[in-house]
């Protein structure tokens, strides 16, 4: 009968590998010890539990009442499927980690020899043998699982703050569009108002043709523009109903006020220099959860490298020893089978293994420098958003209400006509929509460094802030 060498030993070892077992509850919870500190969101993994009942709940509570940005994120990330599915990258990796804390399977053999030429009694041959490399580089294995586990840790964690950031830019674009689709109804009204005037002052013979049509123009104009801004509203509450992953009834949410203003006191924003936020480049290296996942891959594959070049040149060793009984006595003896390396030496494994090593360090060194320049990028985006929402808040929109109010005075006096009137009020509509345009980007961008900040990675894009339909207009002239 075939038995391993330290006997206690490998009874000890093949008890602790008995116990091991995969508890996902334990992985999520290292999720949420990751993301203390980082947000104050409540997250759940839907595991069939009666948790996943109380998040129903508490989703619809939120619901149900006018929404907030606050809220949205937390229906987000109880809710949305895809983040999920995520969850289950750690529940895949913790797994890995306890097949890799397990011994081989012991192999049992038994053979029985009949003579065919006498009436003796068959030999009887018993043997049990297990792989000897799997005991030896078992807290090897560990060591690489293990790495590659709190990779798979801080990547899911990256992936909630993600989550977080885009529901809450999400929810600030469907409230600026909401603003936006009210200010268009508006033009509307207006432009149809001065259509009517022109229409009676051309029964009365004091306008020309020319006057009627270009009137007549721009309210058509504001119709379609109507359109639009009805789709794009509908548009960004998809958008939003996506990311908390809700549809049907819990689809109809409201939204609850309107997009905050910026404010020049902003303890986010930079100094007035406005070549980067202070200490923001070092303080986004430090935090990136992305940097110290991309490091434990370097790790995970040093150690595997190590563990190939291990069983390079023995892929496989097994030993025991080997129980027979012939012509009526027993007879005891070691068992070794060893694999010749003649002609694979690992030297394939060995290549990519270097390979793969050489290429994660070229990543995390690329990384680096996304994650610094992003940090730059941000800055000035946040310096520039953030001087522009503040400009239309305390000059554009006071002034061009303060103009309207002089036409409307103007008028009542019998200086002007209604036709300057009405232009006075498109040209404040016009600025106000450009103004929920700005602001619009001020929160996208203050979300962005706040995700930065707090370890995720923003995805920057090739642009800068975003442009309204209304193209280039000035909008203190109304000029293109």
């Known amino acids: ?66 929404l907030t940005a606050d809220a949205a994120v937390q229906v987000a990330l109880l809710n949305n499927r895809r983040l999920q599915a995520v969850y289950e990258d ?107 005037a022109s229409l009676l002052l051309r029964e009365a013979g004091n306008v020309p043709a020319a006057d009627l049509l270009a009137e ?21 509450r998809e958008r939003l109903a996506r990311l908390m992953g809700v549809f049907g009834p819990q689809a109809a949410f409201t939204l609850a006020g309107s997009i905050p203003p910026a404010t020049a006191a902003d303890p986010v924003v930079l100094t007035s220099a406005g070549a980067a936020m202070p200490d923001l480049e070092a303080q986004a290296v430090e935090a990136s959860l992305m940097l110290a996942a991309a490091r434990q891959d370097i790790e995970t ?26 012509d009526g006595r027993f007879e ?3 068992d070794v089978t060893v694999a010749l390396p003649l002609f694979d030496q690992g030297q394939g494994r060995l290549g990519r293994g270097l390979a793969d090593l050489r290429r ?20 000035r985006r946040l310096a520039a958003a953030q001087a522009t929402a503040v400009q239309y808040q305390t000059v554009v929109l006071p002034l061009r209400a303060e103009l309207t109010q002089q036409t409307l005075l103007q008028y009542n006096a019998m200086q002007t006509g209604v036709f300057g009137l009405l232009n006075a009020q498109q040209m404040e509509v016009v600025a106000n929509r450009r103004y929920l345009d700005r602001l619009a980007d001020y929160w996208r961008t203050r979300t962005d460094v706040a995700l930065l900040l707090a370890g995720g990675m923003p995805d920057v894009g090739a642009g800068a802030l975003s442009m309204s ?9 109304g000029a293109e």
Do not use: K
């Not at 007549?216 to 960004?236: K, N, Y």
């Not at 060194?365 to 990028?377: D, H, I, K």
């Not at 339909?469 to 002239?477: H, K, L, N, Q, S």
């Open 301 to 326: 594959l040093g150690r595997r490298l190590g563990l190939t070049n291990l069983t390079a040149l023995v892929p496989d060793f097994e030993a025991g020893a080997e129980l027979e009984r012939r």
């Open 469 to 477: 339909e209304d193209g280039a207009m000035d909008p203190m002239t």
């Open 360 to 379: 994660a360090q070229a990543r995390y060194y690329a990384l680096g420098v996304e994650v610094r320049s992003t940090a730059r990028v941000l800055a």
């Open 216 to 236: 007549q123009a721009l309210f058509e104009q504001a119709r379609l523009d109507l359109v639009s801004a009805e789709a794009q509203t509908a548009e960004s």
């Open 1 to 66: 009968m075939t038995v391993s060498y330290r006997p206690l030993a490998l009874a000890a070892l093949i008890g602790l590998a008995g116990c091991a077992s995969v508890r996902p509850q334990a992985a999520f919870s290292d999720v949420q010890e990751t993301l203390a500190g980082r947000t104050d969101v409540r997250t759940v993994w839907r595991t069939g539990s009666e948790e996943d009942a109380r998040a129903d709940r508490s989703a619809d509570s939120l619901l149900a009442a006018p």
């Open 332 to 334: 005891l003896g070691p």
């Open 90 to 196: 750690v529940g895949v990796a913790q797994a890995d980690l306890v097949q890799a804390g397990l011994l081989a399977n012991p192999l049992v053999g038994a053979g029985i020899r009949f003579p065919l030429e006498s009436s003796e009694a068959p030999d009887l041959r018993f043997s049990v043998a297990t792989s000897f490399l799997s005991v030896f580089n078992l807290s090897l294995r560990r060591a690489v699982a293990r790495s590659a586990y709190e990779a798979a840790r801080l990547r899911v964690a990256a992936t909630v703050l993600r989550y977080e950031a885009d529901t809450r830019a999400t929810f600030y674009r469907a409230q600026a569009d909401a603003a936006r689709l009210g200010l268009q109804r508006t033009v509307v009204e207006n432009t149809q108002a001065s259509y009517q």
